[in-house]
Nanobody, 124 residues
Framework: VQLQASGGGLVQPGGSLRLSCAAS????????VAWFRQAPGKEREGVSC????????YYADSVEGRFTISRDGAKNTVYLQMNNLNTEDTAEYFC??????????????????WGQGTLVTVSS
């Protein structure tokens, strides 16, 4: 599967963005999909993930209640809706996919397939 992340940009604090992770070469519904982010000088952090076939979703504590992960099977795409953004959300965001998580997903374990990053900058 090939993954293409998009939707990043510059937004003011309190604003919203929606990231997209579009897949080709395979049906993304069969994969657990996760969003990770990495800010300059910091380690990569798992943000959210969704299990295969509209399964469970998980969120990092830092984004719980503000971010929502979802799937659109018809578009073979996973989205990350990000609301009430703050400066600490500034990072490059990556999507990743794997078939090895059964009915779950993970924010810390490795994924086999990765998209390129999309940059999110939250600044006034």
């Amino acid at each position: 599967v090939q993954l293409q992340a998009s939707g990043g940009g510059l937004v003011q604090p309190g604003g919203s963005l929606r990231l997209s992770c579009a897949a080709s070469g395979a049906t993304l519904n069969s994969y657990a999909v996760a969003w990770f982010r990495q800010a300059p000088g910091k380690e990569r952090e798992g943000v959210s993930c969704i299990a295969s076939n509209r399964g469970k979703t998980y969120y990092a504590d830092s984004v719980e209640g503000r971010f929502t992960i979802s799937r659109d099977g018809a578009k073979n795409t996973v989205y990350l809706q990000m609301n009430n953004l703050n400066t600490e959300d500034t990072a490059e965001y990556f999507c990743a996919a794997d078939t090895g998580y059964g009915l779950g997903c993970s924010l810390i374990r490795p994924y086999d397939y990765w998209g390129q990053g999309t940059l999110v900058t939250v600044s006034s």
